[in-house]
Structures are given as C-alpha cells and as structure tokens.
C-alpha cells in the first residue's frame, strides 16, 4: 500500500470550486481506476491557500499507470482552479484511523 501527497496552493476564490471538483475527481478514480482505494483532503490552518490531498493506492504500480494516463476533464479543471506544487510517494507502514 502506499500514499501519494499532492501539496496545492488554491486561491480564496477559487477554493469551493477547487473542493468540489476534487470531491468529483477522487470519487471517479476511487469507482474506475484499479488499485485506487480513496483520497482526502486537508487544509492548512495557518494558510488557508495551502491544500494537501492524500491518495491511498494498492501499489506503485497501480499509481504509475494512472499517473502517465491521467488526463481526466477534472484533473485539468483542478490545475486550472491551483496550483499543485509537489507530489510525494510513501510506502504506507501501518494505519489505525478507523
């Protein structure tokens, strides 16, 4: 298992359009895409503009393919409405959310 963190910086007027749009995204990658398992969101208190959005994939290689094929409407729509400043790989250890 593993999780990928994408950091956004979202403008105040974009940011509800940001979120529902990102509510869609996830929502259609978790239904059609293999290995995808779901995604949040986070919102930095200290700055607002700061987004983090956390995806829990089967595999690497589940992400790699979804990653070089991504070219959703909505996935271009997030990039119009911020922008993603960095996307970071971590092998998941362990998870005791419920």
Same mark, same amino acid.
């Given at each position: ?14 940011? @509800? ?10 929502? *259609? ?13 986070? *919102?930095? @208190? ?5 987004? @983090? ?46």
């Amino acid at each position: 298992m593993i999780r990928i963190i994408y950091s956004w910086k979202v403008e105040p007027d974009n940011l @509800k359009l940001f979120i529902e749009t990102w509510e869609k995204t996830t929502n *259609q990658i978790h239904r059609e895409v293999a290995g995808a398992r779901g995604s949040f969101m986070l *919102q930095s @208190k200290e700055n607002p503009q700061e987004i @983090k959005t956390v995806a829990r994939w089967d595999s690497l290689e589940a992400w790699n393919t979804f990653w070089q094929g991504s070219t959703t409407n909505h996935m271009k729509i997030m990039h119009e409405l911020g922008e993603r400043i960095s996307v970071e790989v971590f092998k998941e250890i362990d998870d005791f959310t419920k």
